[in-house]
């Protein structure tokens, strides 16, 4: 793999133009349940190519902050109290659209993940300069934050996986079966395949549905139980406190260095050395014991872009396509899971069972792929050696 000739660090250049925080982040797929965030002192005992913080992104892509005499509070306090604006407005508009006389449900699902993009990001940079904050209360919403994120991120992600599952399943009971048999099998066993992938197909896809679709109706009760809770309005108070006052920690307001660059690059060495330990490729088939290291990999990767656009004030383009093959990953890995779960349903046919077999096999594939992507954008030179 090859590092880009410009250099990648959070650390700003002093004689560029300031940049501005987008209105509209990237929006990001979030798993069925809440993702706890990394240690401080980081994960992974990966192998770099060479040493880490040394590289800066062009200035025209990402528009990096002047150092000059900004200070943390001046590049800090109001990144957050414009997440926190946006976390308002989004509630707000959430209220509008999922009251009985709307019926834009589109419109409140698009509420929704405003509202846990915004959670997302003011949680995650509350985690990487929590020295920078007061340590107390950062730690206090950081955790309130991630819950809610969490709940409101279920249901979506259940409605998801039922799709990707159903149509996978329309393309494997299409004429040709998935790539699973060696080249000399016989006509026979093929058709006889074809014929219990046919039958089993549509049981198969109504179990999934069963299942997931009242997964997905307990998530929005839980969803919708949760922002009516005293918890949830205690948040929503705490966000709009953040909106006009970010308790800092004393000094922070002059140690720019300290409080936002030194945590900004530890984030990043953090992302470098989780990829670096992940498994090499070609080296041996799917291994699900694998999946934790790339669930964190994708975490530690989002924490990263989040302290890119706090100090840079952009996001980092040359991650978006890493983090979407790493959205991809997970996709396919809760698929796979949801696909053997349902095969472990008492008394199924064997038919049925038979295609939920296959159908967790694609999945499976489908992730090692995505893992062949992420190696193929990963635009580091970071060594991919196994832990």
Same mark, same amino acid.
């Not at 969803?223 to 005293?230: F, P, T």
């Not at 920690?249 to 409080?259: H, K, N, T, V």
């Not at 809760?334 to 064997?350: F, H, L, Q, S, Y």
């Not at 069972?353 to 030179?381: I, K, M, N, S, T």
């Given at each position: 793999?090859?590092?880009?000739?410009?250099?990648t660090t959070t650390?700003?250049?002093p004689?560029a133009a &300031?940049?501005?925080t987008p209105?509209?982040p990237?929006a990001e797929?979030?798993?069925?349940g809440t993702?706890?965030?990394p240690d401080?002192t980081g994960t992974?005992t990966g192998?770099l190519?060479?040493?880490v913080?040394a590289?800066?992104?062009p200035?025209?892509?990402?528009?990096?902050?002047p150092?000059?005499?900004?200070?943390?509070?001046?590049v800090l306090?109001p990144?957050l109290?414009?997440?926190?604006?946006d976390?308002?407005?989004?509630?707000?508009?959430h209220?509008?659209?999922?009251s009985?006389?709307d019926s834009?449900?589109?419109d409140?699902?698009?509420?929704?993940?405003?509202?846990?993009?915004?959670a997302r990001?003011?949680? !995650?940079s509350?985690?990487t300069?929590?020295?920078?904050l007061?340590?107390?209360?950062a730690?206090?919403?950081r955790?309130?934050l991630a819950? =809610?994120?969490g709940?409101?991120a279920?249901?979506?992600?259940?409605?998801n996986?039922?799709?990707?599952?159903?149509?996978?399943?329309?393309q494997?009971s299409?004429?040709?079966?998935?790539?699973a048999?060696?080249a000399g099998?016989?006509?026979a066993?093929?058709a006889q395949?074809r014929?219990?992938? !046919?039958?089993?197909?549509?049981r198969a896809?109504?179990?999934?549905?069963r299942?997931?679709t009242?997964a997905r109706?307990?998530?929005?009760s839980?969803?919708l139980?949760?922002?009516g809770s005293?918890?949830?309005?205690?948040i929503?108070?705490?966000v709009? =406190?953040?909106?006009s006052d970010v308790?800092?920690?004393?000094?922070a307001?002059?140690?720019?260095?300290e409080?936002?660059l030194e945590p900004a690059e530890?984030?990043?060495?953090r992302?470098?050395?989780?990829?670096a330990?992940?498994p090499?490729?070609?080296t041996?088939?799917?291994?699900?014991?694998?999946d934790a290291?790339w669930h964190?990999a994708?975490l530690l990767?989002?924490l990263?872009?989040?302290a890119?656009?706090?100090v840079? !004030?952009?996001?980092?383009p040359?991650?978006?396509a890493?983090g979407?093959?790493?959205?991809?990953h997970?996709?396919?890995?809760?698929?796979?899971?949801?696909?053997?779960a349902?095969?472990r349903? &008492?008394?199924i046919a064997?038919a049925?069972a038979?295609?939920l077999g296959?159908l967790?096999a694609?999945?499976?594939h489908d992730a090692?792929?995505?893992?062949?992507?992420?190696?193929?954008a990963?635009?580091?030179?970071?060594a991919l050696?196994?832990?």
């Amino acid at each position: 793999m090859r590092r880009p000739d410009q250099q990648t660090t959070t650390r700003p250049t002093p004689d560029a133009a &300031p940049g501005t925080t987008p209105d509209t982040p990237p929006a990001e797929a979030t798993g069925p349940g809440t993702e706890r965030l990394p240690d401080a002192t980081g994960t992974g005992t990966g192998r770099l190519a060479e040493p880490v913080g040394a590289v800066r992104l062009p200035d025209a892509a990402t528009g990096p902050r002047p150092t000059g005499d900004l200070t943390a509070e001046a590049v800090l306090a109001p990144y957050l109290r414009g997440q926190a604006a946006d976390f308002l407005r989004s509630l707000r508009l959430h209220h509008e659209h999922s009251s009985p006389a709307d019926s834009g449900g589109h419109d409140a699902a698009a509420a929704t993940r405003a509202l846990r993009r915004s959670a997302r990001r003011i949680s !995650g940079s509350l985690h990487t300069f929590r020295a920078a904050l007061d340590p107390h209360w950062a730690d206090q919403l950081r955790a309130e934050l991630a819950w =809610l994120s969490g709940v409101l991120a279920r249901e979506h992600a259940y409605a998801n996986r039922l799709t990707r599952l159903v149509e996978a399943l329309h393309q494997l009971s299409g004429p040709a079966l998935p790539a699973a048999r060696a080249a000399g099998e016989s006509t026979a066993p093929d058709a006889q395949g074809r014929t219990a992938l !046919g039958v089993g197909t549509a049981r198969a896809g109504a179990l999934l549905e069963r299942r997931l679709t009242l997964a997905r109706t307990r998530s929005h009760s839980a969803a919708l139980q949760a922002l009516g809770s005293s918890r949830f309005h205690a948040i929503a108070d705490a966000v709009a =406190l953040l909106a006009s006052d970010v308790p800092l920690a004393p000094g922070a307001a002059s140690r720019i260095a300290e409080a936002l660059l030194e945590p900004a690059e530890r984030a990043e060495q953090r992302l470098l050395a989780a990829v670096a330990a992940l498994p090499p490729d070609d080296t041996e088939p799917y291994n699900e014991a694998q999946d934790a290291a790339w669930h964190q990999a994708r975490l530690l990767l989002r924490l990263h872009r989040y302290a890119h656009e706090v100090v840079l !004030g952009a996001v980092d383009p040359v991650l978006a396509a890493p983090g979407h093959a790493l959205d991809l990953h997970r996709d396919a890995v809760e698929a796979a899971g949801a696909a053997a779960a349902a095969a472990r349903t &008492p008394r199924i046919a064997p038919a049925t069972a038979y295609a939920l077999g296959v159908l967790h096999a694609d999945q499976r594939h489908d992730a090692e792929a995505a893992r062949a992507v992420f190696r193929e954008a990963w635009p580091y030179a970071t060594a991919l050696s196994a832990p």
